[in-house]
């Protein structure tokens, strides 16, 4: 699915430059599930766009089921996240003055398809996350969690190869939380989806198939689980237990160093 390799990514910032990205090598196969890890600011949701083509790299191949998004022309970029990738953000980012419905049916519009199919889909789209009953709502008069699942029916209302979530559910309590990660687990598992998804919550990540850790711009890999040959069996994936609670910052289990070390200043200097 995903091909990184020596991806870059640099920001202007004042009279300094940032580098969000050093140089990350990544691997996703289709249907995997990857989590990501890493404290503030260390470049999980640089990353992230730049996955999903909301942003471009400084260098480095961001190679996408063949074709380098870091190549293509805008136009193909948006045609590509339009039609195969779905977005999930912490804040929910959705339009306050359109109901959930108009909400959901905003991601068809780039697919022409008919006002009426958009209709339906979306609110198909809506039932499938138990918001049948909600379509007329604002996000005002939904709770947290109703938002994020309308969200999470927005981004896959395209019927998307990959979800991309950046802290999906930084905003939600903990009941809430586990509501959506097990909505996510089943979407992911039910439709045969990519999903990469940055959390800081480590109960959360370690429900994935595998853990990355994002650290000054560079990521490695804490652990790879066995997989089975079927990467959607739920059967095999019950040894990983239900969502508990912990610290959700051991980031570096002593069993489990991260290969490769820091180093040098985060901010480097012009
Ligand atoms: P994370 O998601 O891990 O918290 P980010 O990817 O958001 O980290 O940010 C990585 C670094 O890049 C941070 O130092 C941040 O300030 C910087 N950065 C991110 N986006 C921009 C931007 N648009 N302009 C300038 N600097 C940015
Ligand atoms: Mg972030």
Redesign the pocket.
């Known amino acids: 699915m995903y091909k990184l390799s020596g991806v870059t990514k640099n920001?202007a910032?004042g009279r300094q430059t940032?580098a969000?990205l050093r140089g990350v090598d990544l691997m996703v196969e289709d249907g995997e599930w990857l989590a990501i890890q890493?404290p503030?600011?260390?470049?999980?949701?640089?990353?992230l766009q730049i996955l999903g083509g909301l942003d471009r790299p400084s260098s480095g191949i961001v190679d996408f089921d063949g074709r380098d998004l870091a190549q293509l022309r805008e136009t193909e970029v948006t045609k590509v996240r339009a039609t195969s990738i779905g977005f999930v953000f912490q804040t929910f980012n959705l339009i306050p003055t359109l109901s959930a419905q108009e909400n959901v049916e905003s991601a068809l519009v780039p697919l022409h398809t008919s006002a009426t199919v958009r209709r339906q889909r979306a609110a198909v789209a809506l039932d499938a996350v138990g918001l049948g009953d909600r379509l007329r709502h604002l996000p005002g008069e939904l709770s947290g969690g109703q938002q994020q699942r309308v969200a999470i029916a927005r981004a896959l209302v395209k019927e998307p190869k990959v979800l991309l979530a950046d802290e999906p559910t930084g905003n939600l309590d903990e009941d809430t939380r586990d509501e959506i990660i097990g909505l996510l687990e089943t979407m992911w598992r039910d439709r045969g989806l990519t999903m990469v998804l940055?959390t800081h919550d480590s109960a959360i990540a370690r429900r994935a198939q595998r853990i990355g850790v994002?650290k000054n711009g560079r990521l490695s890999f804490r652990r790879v689980r066995t997989q089975p040959s079927v990467p959607h069996a739920s059967a095999a994936r019950a040894d990983l237990g239900p969502l508990d609670e912990e610290d959700t910052d051991d980031l570096q289990p002593p069993d489990l160093p991260i290969a490769e070390a820091s180093s040098g200043d985060?901010l480097s200097g012009p």
Do not use: I, P, R
């Open positions: 920001y910032k940032v969000a890493g503030t600011g260390h470049g999980k949701s640089t990353l940055v994002m985060f």
